[in-house]
């Protein structure tokens, strides 16, 4: 499950996501390709899917609060059965030590803003990403032979939350999308999460169209889990 982007991050510094903002940052980098920054910023703080920004990403300032709203693009399946989230916002506030990805999305804002308020889109073409995020991933790290690409983004966001005991898995889900809390053991690993502002998630609140449903399979893992590391506990040195 989602091992075709685990094995990614796996060789990818812990930086990586800030090394391919110093670059998409660089002037030819932005004169060539202007809506990619935004683009990441948005990549990077919600972890949503490529089809969600092409579908355009809602932006809501109030003061020192910001909201960024995505439609869904997993809600149905092939029996037509609910899945995944409609819609979701995921909010954050605004400091002097905010983010980079969230200070380019507020200094954005003042640019639709009236009386401290602003709302605006940020959407990207799809295929367009891809092609975008793989060069620029391949600009940053010449040597790299794993392609870096959007989906590298969602799978780190996952990792961040796992490594961070403090984030409920119903939480996780919603910043994810998801309708299930147990649909989340499809991306990233905890190895490779990195906690608090350093792993970018700074996220306040999330709200979702839909309410998380609780899978008795994730009872059942984390049992399974403790039992086998007493197991491992008790077997001879």
């Known amino acids: 499950m989602g091992k075709a982007k685990r094995p990614a991050l796996k060789v990818l510094p812990a930086d990586w996501r800030e090394a391919l903002w110093r670059t998409a940052s660089e002037p030819q980098w932005r004169e060539s390709r202007p809506g990619l920054l935004p683009a990441l910023a948005i990549l990077w703080l919600t972890g949503c899917r490529s089809a969600e920004l092409a579908n355009g990403a809602e932006i809501i300032v109030s003061g020192s609060r910001l909201a960024i709203q995505l439609t869904g693009a997993k809600c149905v399946d092939a029996g037509g059965r609910e899945r995944g989230q409609p819609k979701r916002v995921i909010g954050f506030v605004i400091n002097d030590d905010a983010h980079p990805a969230l200070q380019l999305l507020h200094a954005r804002s003042s640019l639709h803003a009236i009386d401290g308020r602003a709302r605006f889109t940020i959407a990207h073409d799809k295929d367009y990403l891809y092609n975008s995020v793989v060069q620029l991933g391949k600009s940053t790290f010449p040597r790299l032979r794993t392609r870096v690409s959007p989906n590298c983004f969602r799978h780190q966001v996952a990792s961040d939350m796992k490594a961070d005991a403090s984030i409920s898995l119903e939480h996780a889900a919603k910043v994810m999308g998801h309708l299930s809390d147990y649909s989340i053991g499809k991306y990233g690993h905890a190895a490779h999460g990195r906690k608090g502002r350093g792993g970018g998630f700074t996220a ?33 040195a």
């Open 204 to 236: 306040q609140f999330v709200q979702t169209a839909r309410p998380i449903k609780h899978s008795p399979k994730v009872d059942r893992l984390s049992r399974f889990k403790k039992a086998s590391a007493i197991r491992r506990d008790q077997k001879p």
